[in-house]
């Protein structure tokens, strides 16, 4: 079943890289839940001989979310940071990285805890000016690495005018489009070489799943993470993939609501006298709101606000909730409430929070499709705290 190459996201989801199983004619990709596979002699395979190189399973949902960011290639990971490892692994000892000063703490903490000290070095720049970057690229500069929206200040990343910026050193730009999907965002077509999926959230859905992903429309890029996935072994089984594309087939529809509830929300946070600030794409009050209009379809599902009082405020908050549970991870169906700084960015140093806005009244919303006016309220209930 080969679709149009013009279909629309919705068709794209639904039936990118997957065809009708060629014994049973079976709609759903099977789950190929085998380690390797029979063959008619030495070297006479039919293109898979184990499953760490190769699962059908794992191909069909490598080519669904290819299709989904109009790439090329698609390469799938146990993890987001399996799939950020991947990346970094293809490069060499004292090679250096650009990244966006803002970013999800899983990400920091790998790239200073874990690759800083097998000899890769590392540049947090404020990407939302464009400059930063180039004033940081060096001869050294292999990569330069963006999050937009980041995670979890909202900040938003120019992607065509980073890539343009790192393009004249010939540096190749990877971004991060977890938050943003490729329902609302699509890197590949404004310059980025690479984009980077935890696949885990949005992509998944359900919160039932972990998974990473990674697409390009390079070859060269393809064959050497495609070589890093084989080595390192860090691939998804075969019943993830089939969890993750089950759970893109309505990444369209889903989305839609995410962002519709969202924007909502973020309205009455902002109007409440409890609240001192809110950070959304979709408010006018966003310094980059101009930029979310041009660059995003829509400006997403999450949301970060201050309360006033400060941490023991936020923690009054968090445990008055009912229907937002207080937990870590973000795009599934149901809504999610955290702190920052004592959850998803611990790893980030004091210092380094103070200085991005990351304080103790922060608070992360990971706004579900659930109904509306049931989140509004349950947000009141729990303001009044």
């Given amino acids: 079943m080969r679709i149009p190459d013009d279909s629309g996201l919705g068709t794209r989801a639904i039936h990118a890289g997957q065809q009708p199983d060629p014994t049973t004619g079976a709609i759903m990709t099977p789950i190929y839940q085998t380690s390797t596979y029979v063959q008619d002699g030495p070297g006479g395979h039919k293109g898979f001989e184990y499953s760490r190189t190769q699962n059908p399973t794992r191909q069909a949902l490598e080519g669904n979310i290819a299709g989904l960011e109009r790439g090329k290639h698609g390469l799938c990971f146990a993890s987001g940071c399996a799939a950020t490892s991947a990346i970094v692994m293809c490069l060499d000892h004292g090679?250096?990285?650009?990244?966006?000063?803002?970013?999800?703490?899983?990400?920091?903490?790998?790239?200073t805890k874990v690759f800083a000290r097998h000899g890769f070095q590392f540049s947090f720049v404020d990407m939302r000016d464009p400059k930063n970057v180039e004033s940081a690229l060096t001869d050294k500069t292999k990569l330069v690495w963006a999050e937009t929206p980041t995670n979890p200040m909202m900040k938003l990343v120019d992607i065509e005018a980073v890539c343009d910026a790192a393009k004249k050193k010939g540096v190749?730009?990877?971004?991060?489009?977890?938050?943003?999907?490729?329902?609302?965002?699509?890197?590949?077509?404004?310059?980025?070489?690479?984009?980077?999926?935890?696949?885990?959230?949005y992509l998944g859905g359900h919160s039932d799943v972990v998974g990473g992903a990674i697409v390009t429309n390079h070859d060269e890029w393809q064959q050497r993470i495609h070589?890093?996935?084989?080595?390192?072994?860090?691939?998804?089984?075969?019943?993830?993939?089939?969890?993750?594309?089950?759970?893109?087939?309505?990444?369209?529809?889903?989305?839609?609501?995410?962002?519709?509830?969202?924007?909502?929300?973020?309205?009455?946070?902002?109007?409440h006298d409890q609240v001192e600030k809110v950070y959304y794409p979709g408010l006018e009050s966003h310094p980059q709101y101009a930029l979310a209009q041009k660059?995003?379809?829509?400006?997403?599902?999450?949301?970060?606000?201050?309360?006033?009082?400060?941490?023991?405020?936020?923690t009054r908050l968090l445990k008055a909730t009912r229907i937002f549970a207080c937990a870590e991870s973000l795009g599934?169906?149901?809504?999610?409430?955290?702190?920052?700084?004592?959850?998803?960015?611990?790893?980030?140093?004091?210092?380094?929070?103070?200085a991005l806005g990351i304080d103790d009244g922060l608070i992360r919303l990971s706004v579900g499709i659930e109904d509306l006016a049931d989140l509004q309220a349950d947000l009141k209930q729990a303001l009044a705290a």
């Fill in 227 to 271: 070589f890093v996935q084989n080595s390192s072994g860090g691939t998804p089984g075969p019943f993830d993939c089939f969890l993750t594309m089950r759970g893109i087939k309505t990444l369209h529809v889903r989305m839609d609501r995410h962002c519709d509830n969202a924007q909502a929300i973020a309205e009455q946070l902002a109007a």
């Fill in 95 to 111: 090679d250096h990285i650009v990244c966006s000063d803002d970013m999800y703490g899983g990400t920091f903490r790998l790239f």
């Fill in 295 to 314: 660059q995003m379809k829509k400006p997403g599902g999450m949301i970060s606000f201050v309360v006033k009082g400060g941490l023991d405020k936020a």
């Fill in 172 to 201: 190749p730009v990877a971004v991060d489009n977890t938050f943003a999907t490729p329902a609302l965002q699509s890197p590949l077509a404004l310059g980025a070489d690479l984009v980077v999926h935890s696949t885990t959230k």
């Fill in 332 to 354: 599934g169906v149901e809504s999610l409430i955290e702190h920052p700084a004592i959850m998803t960015h611990a790893s980030v140093p004091p210092e380094n929070r103070k």
